[in-house]
């Protein structure tokens, strides 16, 4: 079977509204992405490959990037970041093959999430054991792993705050909420908002842009001599998660989305 083209894919995998939704389409999907990933679906749709299959290999990938990022230096910082974009690369795919099979499913929504959860934490962690030092001469410092750890936790909870305003909505009998409702109710709150969006420093704690940070620390230790901007940064990432956590816990209440 002839494979389709570029053009007969992008207007059926690419729906109008794809590339804009402001909270489910990453900035690299947008800026690269999305265009890498037709050219990889023209070679799947006319396959047995299935979108769940896809997403299964997704989660494999976005795990595999914390014992990626225990290679030491420049090389395992290369490789977490080769990890997490296989797994946008396949985010990417495994919507668009669905669009065009029209092989829908709850649980490919269900599974998208997980690895979304997964890859996130599984740079984190990694970022922390890289920190910790585990093949280094001197002693392994468990401090460094704590704080990767206590980041994932965060990054994850950030996550699971805006999940769980689905659930509650579902659970007591209300639709799905608008992007309206998102937006702070009072005014002081959606200055704050504005302007943590502008500096958009809550990014950093996700897999795609920390796993940019754990390579520019990593280039910049290898000049150092040391893991100084390693843990820096493992530090700096753990504080973000944290206070994120709290300030989007107050942003979804304050907002009109549990109303």
């Known amino acids: 079977m002839q494979k389709p083209s570029v053009a007969e894919l ?15 389409e990453h900035w690299a999907g947008r800026l690269y992405m999305r265009e890498i990933s037709l050219r990889v679906d023209r070679h799947l749709v006319n396959t047995r490959v299935t979108p769940n299959q896809l997403t299964y290999v997704m989660t494999v990938a976005g795990a595999l990037a914390a014992p990626a990022l225990l290679v030491p230096g420049i ?24 669009r065009w099979k029209k092989q829908y499913s709850l649980a490919g929504v269900y599974l998208d999430r997980v690895a979304a959860y997964l890859c996130d934490a599984a740079v984190l962690v990694g970022f922390g054991l890289r920190a910790a030092d585990l093949w280094g001469e001197g002693r392994t410092d468990w401090l ?3 704080l990767g750890t206590l980041a994932a936790l965060g990054a994850i909870l950030i996550k699971a705050e805006t ?3 689905g659930v509650a909505r579902h659970q007591g009998g209300m639709p799905p909420v608008q992007e309206s409702a998102s937006e702070p109710r009072s005014s002081g709150m959606a200055l704050a908002r504005r302007a943590a969006a502008a500096l958009k420093f809550h990014r950093l704690v996700l897999g795609v842009e920390a796993s940019l940070v754990i390579l520019a ?16 940064g493992v530090a700096v990432l753990a504080g973000i998660a944290l206070l994120q956590t709290v300030l989007h816990l107050v942003s979804v209440l304050a907002s009109s989305r549990l109303k």
């Open 10 to 24: 992008r207007p059926v995998v690419h729906p109008p509204g794809v590339k804009d939704r402001r909270s489910g």
């Open 75 to 98: 090389t395992g910082a290369l490789l977490g970041v080769l990890m997490v974009q296989l797994y946008l690369l396949l985010d990417c795919v495994d919507g668009e093959v669905a």
């Open 144 to 146: 460094w792993a704590f």
């Open 163 to 165: 999940d769980l305003v």
């Open 217 to 232: 620390a990593a280039v910049a230790d290898s000049i150092r001599g040391d893991l100084f901007f390693t843990r820096l």
